[in-house]
């Protein structure tokens, strides 16, 4: 079995959200560490991610070295209830950011259904989200051929 240097590696990416992810950990949340870091920036671009209701394995973990590019950050809501992590290089602009132990960290948000093959689709849609219950959901929607 070949060894990992890092599970995710990102350069000159920004806006991206991973939800519901065990970095560092089998599909069985066993830990299963990285040699160097387990999520990796590219120190000569500006990238930034955000991590939801995500397991990073602090075993060799986040490194700061990491964020030395200006704008390049990581923001991680914490799996452990009212913990959020930022490293690197974060700024709040225009609003504020609190951190409240008895405040939800994030709300549970949708995005516009997309059709992946077809046409003709035009009653996909998000009715509602539920705070207390979503942490990530794929909703995936199949015609098996037959008339409605």
């Known amino acids: ?13 920004t806006g ?32 930034n991610l955000t991590l ?8 060799p973990g986040i490194p700061s070295s990491n964020f030395v590019s ?3 950050y990581l923001v991680n809501y914490s799996t452990n209830s009212g913990q959020v992590q930022v490293y690197g290089d974060y700024t709040v602009s225009g609003s504020t950011l609190t951190l409240d132990y008895a405040t939800q ?4 948000s949708a995005t516009t259904p997309k059709t992946m093959r077809g046409s003709g689709w035009t009653t996909l849609r998000v009715d509602s989200t539920n705070d207390a ?7 995936t929607v199949t015609w098996d051929g037959a008339k409605l």
């Open 133 to 139: 219950n979503a942490a990530s959901q794929l909703v």
């Open 52 to 59: 939801k209701a995500s397991w990073v394995n602090p075993t």
């Open 16 to 47: 991206n959200t991973f939800v519901s992810n065990n970095i560092g950990y089998s599909s069985a949340s066993v830990a299963s560490p990285d040699t160097t870091a387990e999520i990796l920036f590219d120190n000569a671009t500006t990238s």
């Open 105 to 108: 960290l994030y709300a549970s």
């Open 70 to 72: 200006t704008g390049t």
């Open 1 to 13: 079995m070949p060894i990992r240097v890092q599970a995710f590696y990102t350069t000159a990416s």
